[in-house]
């Protein structure tokens, strides 16, 4: 297993492995342009895991300059329960951390147990009295 970050030769892959291994309802469809635009954005944000050549984890440890929020954590499903999201998830905060942030936080659906198991076991409550609002552009 290794740990490095996204190129533009892996927007093919991550697009694959985000239809067969994330959290896809509720949300825009990936696209090639949206992941491009990412990466030349803030090229070390995405942090992916690889076996064998091949992603099997990502997360999106993103900073916009006022606050942190991780995207996109996902590990193949043939490739869970192995600790790898906790390597990625430590490698995430360790990113957001070095900017000074006093927080870091993450946007789970209601009925995504498998998520909500993961985020209580690395230390993440959930705030109930916030609603995000979103409009189309
Ligand atoms: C959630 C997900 C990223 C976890 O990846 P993973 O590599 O299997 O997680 P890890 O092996 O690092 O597990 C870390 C901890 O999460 C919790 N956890 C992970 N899978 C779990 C499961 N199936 N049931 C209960 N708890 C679970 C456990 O506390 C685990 O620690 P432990 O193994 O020491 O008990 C993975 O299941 C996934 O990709 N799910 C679909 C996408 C998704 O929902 N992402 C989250 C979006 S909010």
Known sequence: MSYGTATRDDIGGLIAFWQVAGENDGRPVDTPDAVA??????????????????????????????RAHLYRLAVLPSHRRRGIARELMRRAEARLAAFGVSRIDAMVLEHNELGQSLWSSLGYTQQSDWRRWVRGV
């Open 37 to 66: 635009r990412q990466l030349e954005r803030d090229p070390d944000a995405l942090i992916v895991a690889r076996a064998e050549g091949r992603i099997v984890g990502t997360v999106i440890a993103g900073y916009d300059g006022w």
